[in-house]
Nanobody, 119 residues
Framework: QVQLVESGGGLVQAGGSLRLSCAAS????????MGWYRQAPGKQRESVAT?????NYADSVKGRFTISRDNAKNTVYLQMNSLKPEDTAVYYC???????????????WGQGTQVTVSS
């Protein structure tokens, strides 16, 4: 069984910074993509940033957020700077994982961590 465990959310004032972490554990053969998504109240879940051999960002966070990963630790990070009230949401970690060489890749999600930015 694969688990994704997130940490680092919280309450911060506008202009502040937070760093999210997500560690994957369990039966893992390889991890392809990792990423962060968010869902604000009343809105659909949206992609924030993804990382494979390259990175991709939502236009709304470019220049403020940085995604990175430590392959040795099966961990992905999201450094969030210059936070805005509109960044308030539950942030979810995602990973595309192959649990053994004979299986296909599957999508896994973390439980979510709340990020609240006050104005």
């Amino acid at each position: 069984q694969v688990q994704l465990v997130e940490s680092g959310g919280g309450l911060v004032q506008a202009g502040g910074s937070l760093r999210l972490s997500c560690a994957a554990s369990g039966k893992i053969f390889s991890i392809n993509a990792m990423g962060w998504y968010r869902q604000a109240p009343g809105k659909q879940r949206e992609s924030v940033a993804t990382i494979t051999s390259s990175t991709n960002y939502a236009d709304s966070v470019k220049g403020r957020f940085t995604i990175s990963r430590d392959n040795a630790k099966n961990t992905v990070y999201l450094q969030m700077n210059s936070l805005k009230p509109e960044d308030t949401a539950v942030y979810y970690c995602n990973a595309v994982i192959m649990v053994d060489p004979m299986s296909g890749r599957s999508n896994y999600w973390g439980q979510g961590t709340q990020v609240t930015v006050s104005s």
